[in-house]
């Protein structure tokens, strides 16, 4: 028996644009006189732009401060400076391990999905040429919650027409976890500081069809 689908996150999964996402907050926090370090990053992985921006205010004491219109213009500069990073983006950015898991899911008739809260996803995938592999992208623009919830997963899951439960979702962020948990797929990390995983691998360097058809296997034994 195989998973029906695979859905993946896509910053920290496919990609690896947290440090991207962190240098273009951490120009904005400077403006305003907030200094942030990669352990604050940690906490903005799968979270929205504007809840990152809520929690970068919260950080540094300046929530009552900064108010709604103020808040917006911080989050479009955040994002023009993003977006402008992106363009070294390539195929040579694909994270390792990724390409040829994906090549062997659908060589196995396993549909694939991407569930991030991203609204640069289809752009992001367009540069690492990877927009065929994926058969649906939720879009996170009608998701109004981000991760831990699991809306967006759950979207995945709509669009390519299978039940929660027939699939394994890929994440590196604890609010990811969280969020495939809440939907009842079968969650794989990656990274050691992971809770919750049903599966945790060290690196996607270590995901391949063969690991995730022996772990589908167990864990559908332990389920039922
Ligand atoms: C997630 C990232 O994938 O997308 C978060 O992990 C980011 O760090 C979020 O804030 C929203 O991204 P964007 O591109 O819409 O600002
Ligand atoms: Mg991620």
Not at 202 to 208: C, P, Q, R, Y
């Given at each position: 028996m195989k998973p029906q689908a695979v859905i993946f996150d896509l910053?920290?999964?496919?990609?690896?644009t947290a440090h991207l996402h962190f240098l273009a907050w951490q120009r904005i926090a400077r403006d305003i006189g907030i200094d942030i370090d990669e352990k604050i990053n940690e906490q903005l992985k799968g979270i929205s732009r504007s809840e990152s921006l809520r929690r970068i205010l919260a950080h540094g004491r300046a929530e009552a401060r900064v108010d709604e219109a103020q808040r917006l213009q911080l989050c479009e500069r955040k994002n023009a400076l993003y977006v402008e990073s992106l363009?070294?983006?390539?195929?040579?950015?694909?994270?390792?391990?990724i390409a040829g898991l994906l090549t062997a899911l659908r060589a196995q008739g396993i549909r694939t999905g991407l569930a991030s809260v991203s609204l640069n996803a289809p752009r992001i995938l367009a540069a690492l040429n990877l927009?065929?592999?994926?058969?649906f992208c939720a879009d996170a623009a009608k998701v109004a919650r981000s991760k831990p919830d699991p809306a967006i997963f759950i979207a995945a899951c709509e669009g390519l027409g299978v039940k929660p439960e027939q699939c394994i979702g890929i994440e590196d962020a604890q609010a990811g976890i969280d969020a495939i948990n809440a939907c009842g797929m079968a969650s794989v990390g990656i990274g050691e500081q992971l809770s919750g995983a049903d599966l945790r691998l060290?690196?996607?360097?270590?995901?391949?069809w063969a690991r995730l058809e022996t772990f589908w296997l167990t864990h559908h034994s332990v389920a039922v």
């Open positions: 910053d920290g999964v496919v990609t690896d363009a070294q983006l390539n195929p040579d950015s694909i994270l390792p391990g927009t065929a592999q994926f058969d060290a690196s996607t360097a270590d995901l391949s």
